[in-house]
């Protein structure tokens, strides 16, 4: 059994990091070529994301979108869940379901959606359009880590403070949110990384007027090949790992992601 | 506390902003979408209103006919290809060292997140002639001279699967986590080896889960947009790449549209077979 699972987890690791093995390899080159094992040792294709001014502003465009989305997709999944955990409506349940469809459906689907909206509308191109679209798309990340965290609050601890007196927004401010705030900022986390890497919504509704970094890659990947793309793609996967790191290290990620308890 | 129901207007308000958020740029934009796909196409990429079913009527033909066979075919690959590797996976993950979970977590979540432009690059990278993996063949006598891997069904299939097991870990991952251990270990008492207790015991205990996982994946493949086109010829266009390249590149915003609805009904037609198996299993 053991052997047997060394094997699998070998065999599926390999897999997995092959692609990012040779990706980082390319990243190092010395000169501007597709080389495997790389000539030569270099760092400046990273220097490049932030000296030189096109990738540089399309790495700023990719963090201020996914701060500001991940803010947005917080602020009304928050309400939400706070609400259907709150409240006895079983009706309101159906913003649940609008909130987990943008994620569950092809992505495609949404960016459609949105950029025939935009383009009604009247504002397609604006960079603002692009916070919404992102805010929208990925409500269902922190609404899916609130409701749990909603779910594992002890009732009788609030029930204790209403009978003392407490209204709602006390009970909010002083139970409540300190008991989710981990979800909080989990979900926040996860949001922010998908919306870093989010394509296809990005360029349906912003994409002929500002580049973020995946669309300034795969623009970049129609005129041929450049390491940036590499350093960019090594770079990203570092503040993923990091961030998810760290969510595991302050919080439970197995519980975030299914599993019951912590005491395993 | 005991949840009421609403009593006073007020108790609505923190329903307000996301309700309202919801209904005008998901709702709206949805609606609006299926608006356009009734709309009649003008020359020069605009389109008026108008209630036409031209846009619909171009489903009925052999090209739209093949890629649609194609997209079903792909997704059902790489679905199948995924659970098959995943379930035993994460039945062994589950069953792993808290520490040795959260790392592999960590890093499937972070392969997950990873751009579908990136995952592209890389597996073009990696099937490149220059830099690919047919190098390493080349030194271990495998191959005489290194060669290019894209654009091939191959790569497409592959990247795609790539994306897609990080997501189909995670989707069985809460079910194989909270599988009751003494399953297995009754059967291991009664005599059966492990890998027998795993398909005579586990496997069927989870009929339910695997087949709502399979569906998931399927739907998670169809949404697949840059890779087939990154990594494949034109006839390994997808439905979601079909789509992008009429609405952006054509600019035939109403037929970009029907296919899109056309997809939304296959996908919720799927999520709900999905749920329905899902609530066999609570069922039983």
């Known amino acids: ?264 | 506390m005991r949840r009421e129901p609403p009593q006073r207007l007020g108790d609505y308000g923190p329903l307000f902003f996301p309700a309202g958020m919801l209904t005008l740029f998901f709702v709206v934009p949805f609606a609006t979408m299926i608006a356009v796909s009734f709309f009649q196409r003008q020359q020069g990429g605009f389109y008026t209103p108008a209630f036409v079913l031209d846009n619909y009527a171009r489903f009925l033909s052999l090209f739209f006919g093949k890629v649609l066979g194609f997209s079903l075919f792909l997704a059902v690959a790489v679905a199948i290809a995924c659970v098959v590797v995943g379930v035993p996976f994460t039945y062994l993950l589950a069953r792993s060292s808290r520490k040795t979970q959260i790392a592999w977590l960590v890093a499937l979540l972070s392969i997950l997140s990873l751009s579908e432009v990136m995952i592209g690059f890389a597996w073009s990278t990696l099937f490149s002639r220059t830099a690919g993996i047919t190098n390493l063949f080349v030194w271990l006598g495998l191959m005489s001279q290194a060669q290019a891997l894209t654009p091939s069904f191959g790569a497409v299939m592959t990247a795609m699967a790539y994306q897609a097991f990080p997501y189909t870990v995670l989707v069985l991952y809460p079910a194989l986590v909270r599988l009751d251990p003494t399953l297995s270990e009754a059967a291991r008492t009664l005599g059966a080896s492990p890998a027998k207790a795993f398909f005579t015991v586990v496997v069927p205990a989870l009929r339910n889960t695997i087949l709502a996982t399979l569906i998931m994946v399927f739907i998670f493949a169809l949404g697949s947009y840059l890779l087939p086109q990154l990594l494949g010829r034109p006839q390994h266009w997808t439905l979601s790449v079909l789509i992008t390249d009429q609405a952006i590149y054509q600019s035939n915003m109403p037929f970009a549209a029907a296919m899109a609805v056309f997809l939304v009904l296959v996908s919720l037609a799927l999520v709900g077979l999905a749920v329905y198996a899902g609530r066999q299993k609570e069922a039983k």
């Open chain 1, 1 to 264: 059994m053991t052997a047997l699972r060394r094997l699998l987890f070998f065999v599926v690791g390999l897999f997995l990091a092959l692609p990012l093995i040779v990706v980082a390899g390319v990243s190092i080159n010395q000169r501007q070529t597709l080389a495997f094992p790389p000539q030569g040792f270099s760092l400046s294709w990273y220097a490049q994301i932030f000296t030189n001014p096109e990738w540089r502003n399309a790495l700023v465009a990719s963090l201020t979108l996914a701060a500001t989305s991940a803010l947005l997709a917080l602020l009304i999944a928050l309400p939400l869940a706070w609400f259907l955990w709150r409240r006895l409506a079983p009706w309101a349940n159906i913003f649940q379901l609008l909130g987990v469809a943008p994620f569950t459906l092809p992505p495609v689907i949404t960016a459609l959606g949105l950029l025939t909206f935009w383009a009604t509308t009247g504002f397609y191109g604006q960079s603002w359009t692009a916070v919404i679209s992102h805010g929208i798309f990925f409500v269902t990340l922190p609404l899916v880590t609130l409701s749990l965290g909603f779910s594992a609050i002890d009732r009788s601890l609030v029930e204790a403070a209403a009978t003392m007196g407490a209204d709602d927004r006390t009970i909010f401010r002083t139970i409540v949110l300190p008991l989710i705030l981990p979800y909080i900022v989990s979900g926040y986390a996860f949001a922010f990384v998908l919306s870093l890497n989010e394509y296809i919504v990005a360029y349906m509704t912003i994409g002929f007027t500002m580049e973020t970094l995946p669309i300034k890659i795969f623009n970049a990947l129609r005129y041929g090949y450049t390491p940036t793309m590499a350093s960019v793609t090594v770079l990203f996967l570092v503040i993923a790992a990091v961030i998810f790191g760290l969510v595991a290290r302050f919080g439970d990620l197995p519980k975030l992601l299914g599993a019951l308890s912590e005491d395993k």
